[in-house]
């Protein structure tokens, strides 16, 4: 009774919140047929959107899997003074408001930047912002796999013979691989969608700074749901393909071992 | 030495990514002194902006707490079909760009038909109203409190529970007195994670606002406003004001994490 | 080969872990490092190992001196407590990567972990991975993977601890019994002072930081060089300040009747009982 009671509230409440609403912008990319779909999601502006934000957020992707596994490497195999701090501070990105932390990034690397590197309104702040808010993703994934791995594994790969780097690469790789496959994804769905932290460092230039996210939004402000509505539906579609193979990815490893 | 260089890789790294540029917005907003950073939280549209957020945040986190613990639930102590479904559900918007959730919500809460159009027939604005904005705010921060109770709950067991029930407590008395206790810890943290994200949305809250100045401005809004009208000590104090609010977000989730571990 | 530990020293922090310990290890010998947790057993395995170098001392194994000698060329088989399984790697690559990191030709690598394999009754798991794989099978995988290199020396810290009670007893034998095909120094740690008496040709108690006694297991329970060894070796009963074991003594009394107990007061005599071969001189209560 009680069962029933809460699962017909807690599916109607995500119908009406999430996905009543995610059908409806499906439903609108479509309503005039999949060739208008095409035509919409090729429009100049909106493909040179798309193609910068699929390049940015694959470059994102890769910065992060290897910075973001070495910091969390970092942060479970050496001590210093302020690795605690250093711990915490990595969630920042997650608390901090994104509008904020574009502001954040354009004082340092804006017009009167302190390092006289002038990011502004170029495709490498827009790097920047993206790198910004994806940064704890791979971090906070691979972590506590790495906290959790057995550390008689290297010992034992060190009594049979292999170097550190051997150790490195044959045992304690393979182990972080699908974590650090999941954070690289899910940092990857976030740069494709970002758009807070993008807004004040990209200054939206058309074919040049202007990321698919913003593109939506002037689409959305000129009335122009339908278009607005084809690209969203893009970017949905990529996020969900890339977060879903990874899943399927993680699922068969898990299986094996 | 190869540890060390590591550990200088990943300092510099975080320092010119996050921490350098955290000290310089702190030093731009009180580089003429405490006045001015005053002066400018204190007008009227700045008051304004921080009491939308404020009161979008409080009813956005209320409503997903409620689910968030219900759906929790639901989820580690019963088996029905389509639960695994559900479960995928719940993460969906952390795939979706934050304007793309506004788009969609006008799409279905706009002067669109069915619903919409009969809201609006029936004189209830949802989109450039607080409620589009609340509802806005709900989905991005959907599966928040979900993640943070769920696992606990999973860890927990069901065996105080079934010791209360022996023990004569009906359904909602082991709810109140053995579960509740037991994840209190992880719903504050799920709480503060949903506040400080609330308080943080930006795209998905500029789309279904419309972004009037002195009606639906949040205190995010008006940071951006502010900064494209050349007002720029306005933008740096309100910014310092929000970065604050996330780093005590921060510093209080590491408290109940740890409690929720121990 | 045989080890020989020289006046070896390890600190951790301020917890001195051992003392100047020195023991010697003959070749071919299978020994036991028994004591009570935190008395130091593991450190010196680890330290004969290279897994840990001591702060002083050295060790020598068959000859030559090896303290400095890193972990990666000691050519030492060590299986620990908990496997070390390669949770990635199935059984057959688990036993072969010791061959793989020392570069054996494919057919010979291949037929050395068949023969191992063979060796520790796991031909027909060779595909399968670690989690699909018993406590008891895994620890003989990892000592299949411990043995495929042809180590001089192979070291066990606590390899049965993970166990339950009955594989426990059986791996035990088997260990013995695989010693007395292989021959290899065998070395293993161990707080089971029976599981020390039933498998070790030899003992080495070793508690606080420092050797107590070394010698075979007939000489440590029948001559035990102090109440630690003999305490530790089997139950004790403290009598008149003596530590005494009471199957070792009998208890006398001229009561009329058994029934009616002892009553306060009342004389008893203590004796050796039969068979007893030691007993401490006692002087009367």
Redesign the interface.
């Known amino acids: 009774m ?2 029933r009671g ?2 017909s ?3 109607t ?2 119908s009406l ?6 059908a ?2 499906v ?2 990319s479509q309503e005039q047929g999949w060739s208008h779909f095409v035509h919409a999601v090729q429009a100049p502006e909106s493909w040179a959107a798309v193609k910068l934000t699929l390049v940015l957020a694959v470059v994102v992707a890769l910065v992060n899997l290897v ?1 973001g596994t ?2 969390a ?3 479970v ?2 001590s ?1 003074p302020g690795k605690a701090a ?1 711990d ?13 932390a574009g ?3 354009l ?3 804006g017009n009167n930047s ?1 390092l006289g590197v002038d990011l502004a309104y170029a495709r490498s702040g827009v790097l ?1 912002a993206l ?2 808010v994806t ?1 704890p993703f791979v971090v906070r994934t691979v972590q506590p796999v790495l906290l959790e791995l ?1 550390r ?2 290297e ?9 550190r780097l ?1 150790t490195f690469r ?2 304690i790789l ?2 972080l691989v699908p974590a650090m496959l999941g954070g690289t994804a ?1 940092a990857f ?2 740069a ?5 932290s993008t ?2 460092i990209s200054g939206n230039i058309p074919f040049k700074t202007e990321v ?3 593109a ?2 002037n689409q ?1 402000q000129s009335d122009d ?1 339908a278009n ?2 084809a690209v ?1 539906t893009l ?2 579609v990529v ?2 393909v890339v ?1 879903l193979v990874v899943d399927l990815a993680q699922r068969l490893a898990a299986r ?2 | 030495m190869a ?1 060390h260089s ?2 200088w ?3 510099a ?2 320092s010119l ?6 000290g ?2 702190a030093w ?1 907003t009180f580089e003429k002194g405490l006045s001015p950073v005053f002066d400018s939280l204190t007008t009227q549209e700045a008051g304004h902006a921080f009491q939308v957020t404020a009161v979008v945040s409080v009813f956005a986190v209320v ?1 997903n707490t409620l ?1 968030g613990v ?2 929790a ?2 989820l580690v102590r ?1 088996e ?1 079909p389509g639960r695994r479904l ?1 479960n995928a ?2 993460d ?18 706009g002067k ?1 038909e069915p619903i919409g159009g009969w809201l609006d027939r029936h004189g209830i604005g949802v989109i450039y109203a607080v409620p589009g904005m609340v ?1 806005a705010t ?2 991005v921060s ?1 599966p928040l409190v979900v993640r943070a109770v769920a696992p606990v709950l999973e860890e927990i067991g069901t065996d105080q529970e079934q010791a209360a029930r022996t023990l004569g407590a009906s ?1 909602f008395q082991t709810f109140r007195r053995i579960t509740l206790p037991a994840i209190r810890a992880a719903v504050g943290y799920g709480v503060v ?1 949903s506040l ?2 609330c ?5 998905a809250v ?2 279904v606002s419309g972004r009037i100045v002195g009606q639906t401005q949040t ?3 008006f ?2 406003e502010r ?1 494209e009208n050349y007002d720029q000590p306005a ?2 104090a309100a ?1 310092f004001a ?2 604050m609010t ?2 005590i ?3 209080l ?2 408290h109940l994490r740890r409690r929720g571990i121990s | 080969m045989s080890i020989i530990v020289r006046n070896v020293t390890k600190r951790f922090g301020d917890f001195l872990a051992l003392d100047d310990v020195s023991v010697d290890i003959p070749a071919g010998s299978l020994t036991a490092l028994l004591g009570p947790s935190g008395g130091g057993k593991s450190t010196l395995l680890r330290i004969i ?3 840990e170098r001591p702060d002083s001392g050295t060790v020598v194994i068959d000859g030559s001196d090896a303290t400095a000698t ?9 299986v ?1 407590q ?8 199935t059984v057959y690559k688990n036993v072969a ?2 061959l793989e ?2 570069k054996w030709p494919k057919d010979r690598a291949r037929a050395r972990v068949a023969e191992l394999l063979e060796l520790v009754h796991l031909e027909q798991f060779a595909d399968r ?1 670690p ?1 699909q794989l018993s406590g008891g099978q895994r620890q003989r995988m ?1 000592l299949a ?2 043995l495929a ?1 042809e180590p001089g020396v192979l070291l066990l810290d606590e390899p049965f601890g993970a166990l339950d009670a009955q594989v426990r007893q059986e791996l035990r034998r088997w260990l013995r019994r695989l010693h007395d095909q292989v021959h290899v120094t065998t070395l293993f740690v161990t707080h089971d002072q029976e599981e020390a008496l039933e498998v070790a040709d030899s003992i080495v108690v070793i508690a606080g930081g420092t050797v107590q006694q070394v010698g075979p297991p007939d000489e440590l329970y029948d001559a035990p060089a102090n109440d630690f060894v003999m305490s530790f070796l089997g139950p004790v009963t403290r009598l008149g300040g003596e530590v005494v074991r009471p199957h070792d003594i009998e208890l006398v009394t001229m009561t009329r009747t058994h029934s009616r107990g002892l009553e306060p007061g009342s004389q008893v005599w203590l004796v050796p009982a039969k068979g007893a071969l030691t007993v401490p001189t006692m002087v009367s209560a």
């Open positions: 009680a069962r809460s699962l509230l807690v599916t409440y995500l919140v999430v996905l009543l609403p995610l409806a912008v439903w609108r910075m070495l910091i490497w970092v942060l195999r050496d210093f250093l915490t501070v990595i969630d920042l990105p997650f608390a901090l408001p994104t509008i904020v502001l954040v990034l004082s340092l690397y302190a920047m790198l910004f940064l057995d008689d594994m010992d034992a790969a060190a009594s049979l013979g292999a170097g051997t044959r045992i393979p182990n899910l769905a976030r494709i969608s970002e758009f807070g807004v004040l698919a996210s913003v939506i939004y959305i749901t607005a509505a969203s970017l949905l996020a969900l977060l094996r071992g | 540890r590591l550990r890789v990943a300092l790294y975080v990514l996050l921490l350098l540029p955290l310089l917005v731009r409503l689910f219900t759906a639930i639901l019963h029905f559900l559900a719940i969906l918007p952390i795939a979706v760009s934050p304007v793309v959730v506004g788009l969609a919500l006008i799409l279905v809460y669109f509802l709900v989905f959907l359904g994670l400080a994200r308080i943080g949305e930006f795209g500029a789309v205190a995010t809004l940071v951006q900064f933008a740096y910014s929000l970065a996330a780093v977000a921060l510093v989730t590491r | 190992a290279g897994l890193p972990v990666q060329s000691r050519n030492v088989g060590f620990f908990h496997y070390a399984a390669f949770k990635h790697l990567f010791g990191i020392r991975y989690d990892a993977r411990a290199v």
